[in-house]
């Protein structure tokens, strides 16, 4: 079998663990994962052009979904206009004021002389800005928070169809670019820091302010709500109800014997995978294209060997910020896209466990340095990671079958399903790293 079939039929199986869900189990399940499946594919993607075009070690994945998922409230949502007469002008104030502050303190770092001068100038510079923007920062926080905080207390968003906001799907499209910029721009801060010290150095940068960046989306209310969720944001797609009461669509529907309410759910999640797959295939296009270009090549000759690339002249430091900047932002457009479907933001679901460590195995498994063996663990790995648990629970009940109710085996089992997924993705891993530890579709 050539390389070519083999992959080919890789995809192939996984396009039939798909199908079959929808068989044995539902349609809905099945598209699900589909969905799921093609965001995971592009979060793939972007944590492989950093890894397997450059070996930038980034654990910090889940930070710039969260940013993603930030930018479609920013964008899609409409703007509250009470909280901004409270107190929005004065937060964009302080928030000029803090960025300010620290424009000043580079700019003395990088133009006054060394001595004492300069160290005294920089604090002073420092306290002073600290005050001011605390000052106008923390009064106009309060002043927006205070606004019906059960229903809105935040400043909302750049969506400015009125009450009819819905009806301005559009802005959910538009927010994906936007999340991608604003991960870039994190990326680009953290790339400044940390490229061009040690790879450890990079681990712990990402590390720790991903989970800054959680912390501020999890705490501060006036930016997305935290942890009270914002919810119903616009959809590029047509509604359920708006189907459902569709006299031509629920026709169609009895013609073909079906129900409108689930048809209504499927052809919604239908019209979503069709937008997820073209910005996959715009992605995967792009990345093709990177990865065979003279760029692509210098990127794979500065991973192999650094030392070798510098001597021959190139900015090993510079092309790193590009390539980290770049995957970092097809992560933020992940996120906007993830955020988007669920049509709502729950900053407690980002966890490094499913937004890192998951995303890292849909890698490593696929085939590191190869875009398709990306996209194939993206598939591959939320297909198991959905379906574990359910599978692990028959399968505890078949073997528990026998023993009696109260049995202290019986009840420690069928209370470790939860666990089955961890343990799976553990086991796969080790199975892919023993005997393909290139993955299954390697790189050429």
């Known amino acids: 079998m050539t390389?070519?079939?083999?992959?080919?039929?890789?995809?192939?199986v996984v396009a039939c663990l798909i199908a079959g869900t929808g068989f044995i189990q539902s349609w809905n399940t099945a598209l699900f994962i589909l969905n799921m499946g093609l965001i995971s594919a592009i979060m793939s993607?972007?944590?492989?052009?950093?890894?397997?075009?450059?070996?930038?070690?980034?654990?910090?994945?889940?930070?710039?979904v969260a940013l993603g998922g930030l930018a479609a409230v920013?964008?899609?949502?409409?703007?509250?206009?009470?909280?901004?007469?409270?107190?929005?002008?004065?937060?964009i104030v302080g928030l000029i004021f803090g960025a300010a502050t620290v424009i000043a303190a580079i700019f003395i770092q990088a133009r006054m002389v060394a001595g004492k001068i300069k160290v005294?100038?920089?604090?002073?510079?420092?306290?002073?800005?600290?005050?001011?923007?605390?000052?106008?920062?923390?009064?106009?926080?309060?002043a927006v928070e205070a606004v019906n905080p059960a229903g809105t207390g935040y400043l909302g968003g750049l969506n400015f169809g009125g009450e009819n906001y819905k009806s301005w799907g559009f802005m959910a499209v538009v927010s994906w670019p936007v999340g991608g910029v604003l991960a870039a721009g994190a990326a680009w801060l953290i790339g400044k820091t940390a490229l061009g010290l040690r790879s450890d150095y990079l681990a712990i940068a990402t590390l720790g302010i991903s989970e800054i960046i959680i912390a501020v989306v999890k705490f501060e209310d006036w930016l997305a709500r935290g942890v009270k969720n914002v919810s119903g944001l616009p959809r590029p797609?047509?509604?359920?109800?708006?189907?459902?009461?569709?006299?031509?669509?629920?026709?169609?529907?009895?013609?073909?014997?079906?129900?409108?309410?689930?048809?209504?759910?499927?052809?919604?999640?239908?019209?979503y995978a069709g937008l997820f797959t073209a910005v996959l295939i715009i992605i995967l296009t792009l990345a093709q294209l990177a990865l065979s270009s003279p760029w692509g090549r210098m990127m794979r000759a500065i991973r192999?060997?650094?030392?070798?690339?510098?001597?021959?002249?190139k900015n090993v430091t510079?092309?790193?910020l590009q390539v980290f900047v770049l995957g970092s932002a097809i992560c933020g457009v992940a996120g906007a896209m993830m955020t988007t479907l669920d049509s709502q933001l729950t900053p407690g679901s980002y966890q490094p466990l499913r937004f890192?460590?998951?995303?890292?195995?849909?890698?490593?498994?696929?085939?590191?340095?190869?875009?398709?063996?990306?996209?194939?663990?993206?598939?591959?790995?939320?297909?198991?990671?959905?379906q574990v648990e359910p599978i692990g629970a028959m399968l505890m009940q078949a073997v528990t079958a026998g023993m009696a109710e109260e049995n202290a085996i019986r009840l420690h089992l069928l209370g470790s399903v939860a666990h089955m997924r961890l343990l799976t993705m553990g086991l796969i891993l080790i199975l892919v790293l023993r005997f393909s530890p290139r993955g299954l579709i390697p790189e050429k």
């Open 318 to 320: 510079a092309r790193h």
């Open 120 to 142: 005294f100038t920089t604090i002073s510079v420092l306290i002073v800005g600290f005050f001011i923007f605390r000052y106008f920062f923390d009064g106009g926080v309060e």
């Open 356 to 386: 890192t460590f998951l995303i890292w195995v849909m890698v490593i498994v696929g085939g590191s340095g190869n875009n398709f063996g990306a996209v194939l663990g993206g598939f591959l790995i939320f297909f198991l990671w959905v």
């Open 3 to 12: 390389t070519s079939m083999k992959n080919i039929g890789l995809f192939f």
């Open 74 to 91: 920013l964008v899609s949502m409409p703007p509250t206009t009470d909280a901004w007469a409270a107190g929005g002008f004065q937060v």
């Open 304 to 313: 192999d060997n650094e030392y070798a690339a510098a001597a021959m002249g």
């Open 45 to 64: 993607l972007g944590v492989n052009l950093q890894w397997g075009f450059a070996g930038l070690f980034n654990v910090g994945v889940v930070g710039f």
């Open 237 to 271: 797609v047509p509604y359920e109800i708006d189907l459902q009461e569709s006299p031509s669509f629920s026709e169609w529907v009895y013609s073909i014997g079906g129900d409108p309410v689930t048809a209504s759910s499927i052809v919604v999640k239908l019209s």
